[in-house]
């Protein structure tokens, strides 16, 4: 299967789990296209102040892949700062926020997958 960059779907999604501003997200695969082992590979966009607030990943883990930008992250309440090329896994039961620490937009690729 290929997708190709103009069938990707992008949404604007506001004050995403309580945060700041508008989230961009381009779904780069369907909850269908990862058969029954994850619910979302998406590339996020934040722009400067622009925040995803805390939550703790229940029944799934999720990764971020810092792409550009540069983001003050909580890694279960403990603040780090990310940036490009950097990797961030929140295993399930565990909890993670993210926000751009920066002038220039954040981008990543995130990837949710069941525990």
């Not at 805390?54 to 892949?65: L, R, T």
Request: hydrophobic content about 35%.
């Amino acid at each position: 299967m290929i997708k190709r960059q103009n069938e990707y779907k992008t949404e604007s999604k506001e004050n995403m789990r309580g945060g700041n501003g508008a989230v961009m997200v381009t779904e780069l695969l369907s909850p269908g296209d990862l058969v029954e082992k994850g619910r979302l590979y998406a590339r996020l966009t934040l722009e400067a102040g622009v925040s995803i607030g805390y939550h703790v990943h229940e029944k799934d883990m999720e990764i971020f892949f810092i792409l550009s930008g540069e983001a003050e992250y909580s890694d279960n309440g403990k603040p780090v700062a990310l940036y490009p090329g950097d990797t961030a896994l929140t295993p399930c039961g565990e909890g993670h926020s993210i926000r751009n620490a920066g002038s220039s937009p954040l981008e990543l690729l995130a990837l949710i997958l069941y525990a």
